[in-house]
């Protein structure tokens, strides 16, 4: 393992069973019977430069490592092993679809994370690492941040299935835009957490698998924990958009139906008039001959003559069950 030198990472620690030290960029220390976590932004150019520099990084794990999209993976090499995992910040105002990647490349005796944005689960795993309860290798290291980002999935997953809840519950008694376009964005957000949360389901059944070929049982059951609450969010998110493909359905029916209605009143009107227009219409030309056309009494008979048309109609419409 090569000795820390160049840019300044966003943390440097030595970490032991029963220790733990934050250390300076350049600082030199005996790191006997513990390991080195370096944890870099890597959109910094310096983080780059300090890849690069490194022998022991293959280029093919540098690529990856700064690649500008990735979705969760884990690849085996002859130096270690890659690891890609996505996470949420559970911060007002974000989506919940936003997804932030952690780039993880493990060798003998050292661990290199990176990022682009801060993530709030690392920096709560550092804060309990530094009250003292400290991994005892890198492999629960590892874990430990693949269940730290598995956790805050889970908190974006319950509030995205209260607003389905919110949206199944108005569906009932509405059908307004809105309330569409709510279904229609929790279903987006539904269908990008699934793109990443289905390989990272198979990027952590890797990670047992390893494991297991460390023969580290208790390590390992701690990551079958986090392996099964994702594999539990991969199978929530397909109910949910199961149940969002339910609600969705019932509200295209509800407008159907809707719509469906107000043409049949449109066309009731128009049956209704159209016997009445053609008898006025046919009266009302201009041209000689005309029936009564002189008699005072034809306008009021004219329109008793349509009152009792306009009720035979109305009669022969219920009897034909028109009126629903």
Request: negative net charge; contains cysteine; aromatic residues 8%.
């Amino acid at each position: 393992m090569a000795q820390t030198t160049g840019p300044d990472p966003v943390h440097r620690f030595a970490v032991g069973s029963d220790s733990f030290e934050e250390l300076a960029p350049d600082e030199i220390v005996d790191f006997a019977g513990r390991f080195e976590w370096l944890h870099f932004d890597w959109t910094r150019p310096e983080a780059r430069k300090f890849l690069e520099s490194d022998p022991e990084i293959d280029p093919l794990v540098m690529k990856a490592l700064l690649a500008p999209e990735t979705r969760p993976r884990f690849n085996s090499f002859a130096g270690g092993i890659f690891l890609n995992l996505r996470g949420i910040n559970p911060k007002p105002g974000m989506q919940q679809d936003e997804m932030i990647s952690l780039r993880i490349w493990i060798e003998k005796g050292r661990v290199i994370t990176l990022r682009r944005v801060r993530i709030e689960a690392i920096n709560d795993m550092v804060l309990e690492m530094r009250a003292g309860h400290t991994p005892s290798s890198i492999e629960e290291l590892v874990s430990r941040m693949a269940s730290y980002l598995a956790r805050d999935i889970g908190e974006s997953l319950i509030t995205l299935n209260e607003e389905l809840d919110q949206v199944e519950e108005l569906a009932i008694g509405e059908t307004d835009e809105d309330l569409r376009s709510r279904l229609a964005e929790a279903r987006r957000q539904s269908i990008v957490l699934r793109r990443y949360l289905a390989p990272q389901r198979d990027a952590l059944q890797r990670w047992l698998e390893t494991l297991q070929e460390r023969n580290l049982p208790d390590v390992r059951e701690y990551a079958r924990e986090t392996h099964d609450a994702v594999l539990r969010y991969v199978e929530d998110l397909d109910a949910f958009r199961d149940r969002a493909g339910i609600i969705q359905d019932e509200l295209l029916t509800r407008l159907s139906d809707k719509l469906n209605r107000n043409m049949f009143v449109l066309a009731m009107l128009s049956v209704f008039f159209l016997p009445l227009t053609f008898v006025t219409g046919l009266l009302g030309v201009n041209v000689a001959g005309i029936p009564l056309a002189d008699a005072s009494w034809a306008f009021g008979a004219l329109c008793l003559g349509l009152a009792v048309m306009a009720v035979l109609q109305l009669a022969a419409f219920k009897y034909l069950k028109w009126f629903r």
